[in-house]
């Protein structure tokens, strides 16, 4: 199958994944409610939480710089902004696309090889997530009497559900195992002239993956990766004081949010498109918040930071290619 036509496929594919799960959500909201919901709030927290989510952004930026650097792969602090801000611009468009989007502009504006950038993006995929599941289990710990009857009563439930529609699951299995066997044919024959080239790549991105001990400033290091998720943290609860249906929720039902916000952005769909809303809204309901309310309060949370990501994401992706472009020419003349 052609390459092109399969990525289109599943393009196309995700889109309605996630149009489906977002007009779930929304259907039974009309647009009068949520303008009337959206009439209450104070966007003042708002910008505010843009205004956040600008230093996460650099912070993310600066701790992979660092990562680069360790190895002798220069890269300008604002070239590396601008690749994390392309990269997200990508992710939402595509899932996954970014980090691939983000390592090319690295390679394209400081000639660092793509599987080496790779390997340090993973680096700090695999720290983010310990930093993650710490966070989460330090908010399950300080709310286990709210989260505990929750949390059984979701396990029982999809126990049920596996009881009742396991013949589901086996269907979906056989499905995927068709799919993979079908993929594995297709591809057989080109793989047969690239494994030299996989097994390059493959060392290649250990390398980027151990750029951590190397890190030449592990105090920054760690300080830009302790700050970035304190800054996560700020700009999603900020927001809350936002609605006078949310002002007063505290900060361990911020760091709730955080939590299911996290991982319904890690959700295979744009920018965490659907599952973020379904998450956030979810776990409001344990605070009190009903769950129209918590949909349209996931709404304006999702939407401020996503026309973030836009408008500074499309910003550097003109910014990225003029400079590099004046670059050049000055290269040219300097011949």
Known sequence: MNQQLLKAIKFIIILLITGGILWYLFKNLSIEQIKEALATYDYSWILF???LSFFSHFLRAWRWKLLLDSSGNKITLYNSYFAVMIGYLANSLFPRLGEV???GIANRTHGISVPYSLGT???ERIIDLILLLLITAATFLLQFNLLEPH???GLASFETIVAEKWWVGLVLIGLAI????YLRKQKKKEQKGILGKINELIIQGIEGVKSVKKVKNPVGFWAA???IWLLYFLMLYVITFASPLTKDLGVLAGLSILVVGSFGMAAPTPSGFGAFHAFVAGVLVL???KEDDGKIFALVLHTSQYITILVFGSISLILVNVMNKSQKWKEQQAK
């Open 49 to 51: 939480s843009i205004f």
């Open 101 to 103: 989007t983000r390592c």
């Open 121 to 123: 993006v993973v680096t």
């Open 151 to 153: 949390w059984k009563a």
């Open 178 to 181: 068709g799919l993979f066997l």
């Open 225 to 227: 990766t302790l700050g």
């Open 287 to 289: 605070y009190g918040i």
